[in-house]
C-alpha cells in the first residue's frame, strides 16, 4: 500500500496569510505512461463531507478560488492557500488514486491564528 | 448538479451485515464509477471499494473478503454490504462519484453524499 503522510498535523495562520500544508507518499504516484501525478486535495468542514479542491496535484477543481493551489511531483506535493480566509478553516487531505487501495493522508487541521 | 444520499441502518450489531444504499438524483448512474469511502470519529478517511455503471468491481484489499457493492441503474441507486461487523466498523459512511472524462473514470471523488452514521454495538 502506498502511505500518505501529511505535515504539519495542525497549523494555524493568520487571516490573509499564506499556509502551506504538505503530502508525502511511501512511493511516486507519477504514473510514466501519461506523466501525470494521481494526487488529489480535499477540504472538509466539521459536520460536511470531504470537498475535492485539486486533482492531478495541480488542476484546481472549478469553482475552488484561486487562492488555492497545488504543486509537487512524485512523492512530494503541496497545497497553498495563498491568503488564508475565515471560511479556509477546516482539514485538509491529500489522497492518491495511482493503485488499489486508494488512501488518504491522515489530514491537516488548519486554524486561524 | 447531481445529488447523492445514503440510507439504511444506524445500528448494527457485531458479527451481522451492514447494509448501506446510495441514491443518486439530478443525474444518471451510467458512464460514471461509484465508490463507499468511510470515516470513524474523529479520524481519517478509508476508502472501500467501487463499481462500474457496467457493474464490474473493486475493493480495496483489506476488506475485499467482506465488502460487496452492487448497482441497480433502474433506480439510480448503488449499495454497499459489509459482512461480519465489529465495533471498528462504527462510522461514518459516504458514497462518492468518482471522476470521469472522456470515457475514462479515476479513482478520485468529485461528488460526496453527506455521510451515514453507522454504529456497531449490540
Known amino acids: 500500500d502506498i502511505v500518505m503522510t501529511q505535515s504539519p498535523d495542525s497549523l494555524a495562520v493568520s487571516l490573509g496569510e499564506r499556509a502551506t500544508i504538505n503530502c508525502k507518499s511511501s512511493q511516486s504516484v507519477l504514473y510514466s505512461s501519461d506523466n501525470k501525478n494521481y494526487l488529489a486535495w480535499y477540504q472538509q468542514k466539521p459536520g460536511q463531507p470531504p470537498k475535492m479542491l485539486i486533482h492531478w496535484a495541480s488542476t484546481r477543481e472549478s469553482g475552488v478560488p484561486d487562492r488555492f493551489s497545488g504543486s509537487g511531483s512524485g512523492t512530494d506535493f503541496t497545497l497553498t492557500i495563498s491568503s488564508l480566509q475565515a471560511e479556509d478553516v477546516a482539514i485538509y487531505y491529500c489522497q492518491h488514486y495511482y493503485s488499489n487501495p486508494y488512501t488518504f493522508g491522515q489530514g491537516t487541521k488548519l486554524e486561524i491564528k | 448538479q447531481v445529488q447523492l444520499q445514503e440510507s439504511g441502518p444506524g445500528l448494527v450489531k457485531p458479527s451481522e451485515t451492514l447494509s448501506l444504499t446510495c441514491t443518486v438524483s439530478?443525474?444518471?448512474?451510467?458512464?460514471?464509477?461509484w465508490s463507499w469511502i468511510r470515516q470513524p470519529a474523529g479520524k481519517g478517511l478509508e476508502w472501500l471499494g467501487f463499481?462500474?455503471?457496467?457493474?464490474?468491481?473493486n475493493y480495496n484489499p483489506s476488506l475485499k473478503s467482506r465488502v460487496t457493492v452492487s448497482v441497480d441503474t433502474s433506480n439510480n441507486q448503488f449499495s454497499l454490504k459489509l459482512s461480519s461487523v465489529t465495533a471498528a466498523d462504527t462510522a461514518v459512511y459516504y458514497c462518492?462519484?468518482?471522476?470521469?472524462?472522456?470515457?475514462?473514470?479515476?479513482?478520485?471523488?468529485?461528488?460526496w453524499g453527506q455521510g451515514t452514521l453507522v454504529t456497531v454495538s449490540s
Open positions: 463499481i462500474s455503471y457496467s457493474g464490474s468491481t
Open positions: 439530478s443525474g444518471s448512474i451510467s458512464n460514471y464509477y
Open positions: 462518492a462519484r468518482q471522476y470521469c472524462s472522456s470515457g475514462s473514470c479515476y479513482p478520485y471523488f468529485d461528488s
